[in-house]
């Protein structure tokens, strides 16, 4: 009885959350709303990438075989964590005997998109790898698709296409974690086709999160100068918040070319954070005029890698220090040359465009 009432109580703070304007259809439409199915299957593609230290060698992608989750109840919050959890039960099952050690690592969500498909018909995917996502991006999805008069009675079921990743990071570790998390970002780094490193905006959330921050601000020594024994536990604290908070790249970015925290404790104190990203000189002399140019050129020479593009629909413009996270092969992939340059078949990381529906290759014009 009480995990009936649970489920209820669950369902109705749902229903008492404010629906996206442009994914729900009109609540006053009552033949609409009971279209819309309370479940659904749910098809999860599971793929394991395994990052390399050489970067001269292709990493491994390990796809393991599709599972379907029958009569999926979309609107409970609960949903995500659950098929979560039996996706890495399914890829830890199904990759223990290629990668035994896995079972001993941290294994993670490094991107996650969801559709609809439809008698093999697939239609635009939207992002869903975070558990604020949901129920909001099924629920799009869904009111979306069958707002369209001819899918209305149309069966279809929600294809979750998840990618994870590992931290190669222990918990245990006591000394020197400062340059085991140098070396695990530098692991993480991708080249793309111009052999310009990049790390995914993801694993980088991962590494600056709440489990791992308060290790490497333990193991910076110029931040216990700043304040007595007594005092740096609140400093600390402070910090963790404010780096979650508000900076967890400039935290990957310092970590990654040896700049001391006190630094970036530094910026935030002068309301310098992610938001300023990617930075000039001018813009952190605006608001912090004395700030140290050493480990300020350091920084702003070390930004790109953290900051790759993301793709969207429409014309858009690459600041400079920006890294393209695609792939071609200059011979192998190009498809003509025109007056306007040479044009390329690329790949585009996942990570960083929701652009097409079924395909993974794109065109680029090269001037």
Known sequence: MQEHSDAIQEHMAFRDTPQRADAMSDPGDGIMQSLIPNKVDCALHITFEEDLEDKDKTPHCYEVPMITVPDVEWNYRTVFTNLDQKAQEHLQSHLKEEIPELESRSIYRRHGSCRIVCGGEAEEAEELNDTDQWPLVPSGLIARFVNVEKNQYKPFHLEWQLVYSDLQLHPDQTTDFTLTVQKEISRKMKPNYNKEKYISRNDVFKIASAEWIPKIIDDDRSLQNLSSESDFAKLKKDLVNAIIGSAPRLLAICVHVGIKLAFLKDLLDHRINDTDLPLNTEKCREKYPDCAMFELNKLIDGQGSFLAHKFEKGHQEVGTN????????????????????????????????????????????VT
């Open 322 to 365: 920006i890294v393209l996270p695609i792939y071609y092969n200059k011979v192998d992939d190009l498809l003509g040359r025109g007056a306007h340059g040479d044009v390329y078949k690329i790949q585009i990381d996942p990570d960083y465009h929701l652009l097409s529906k079924v395909g993974i290759c794109f065109s680029l014009s």
